[in-house]
């Protein structure tokens, strides 16, 4: 079982920053697939971005040239780094991974952009 822990979320102007972390319990290496989701009040929640253990990722067109998902195998760690960050961003975000075909959720974490 992986147990999945969200850090970074918080209040933020549009048009700022903010890095979410994603810190996982065991070698993200045999961790197929890692990826972030959002939902937000009253919508479904919503691929955002992912990241194979090969390396591959991709993006939402939502926020495609404004955030980036990296991996970092040595502190077993999932970044989201989020930027040009609008007021429809405004979620719980939730990190997501597969491992062998079973997949494991975090408990979130609330990013709000506001003035």
């Known amino acids: 079982q992986v147990q999945l822990v969200e850090s970074g979320g918080g209040l933020v102007q549009p048009g700022g920053s903010l890095r979410l972390s994603c810190a996982a319990s065991?070698?993200?290496?045999?961790?197929?697939?890692m990826a972030w989701h959002r939902q937000a009040p009253g919508k479904q929640r919503e691929l955002v971005a992912i990241v194979t253990s090969g390396g591959y990722t991709n993006y939402a067109d939502s926020v495609k040239g404004r955030f980036t998902i990296s991996r970092d195998s040595a502190k077993n760690t999932v970044y989201l780094q989020m930027n040009s960050l609008k007021p429809e961003d405004t979620a719980v975000y939730y990190c997501?991974?597969?491992?062998?075909?079973?997949?494991?959720w975090g408990q979130g974490t609330q990013v709000t952009v506001s003035s």
């Open positions: 065991q070698s993200i290496n045999y961790i197929n697939t």
């Open positions: 997501y991974a597969m491992k062998y075909g079973a997949g494991y």
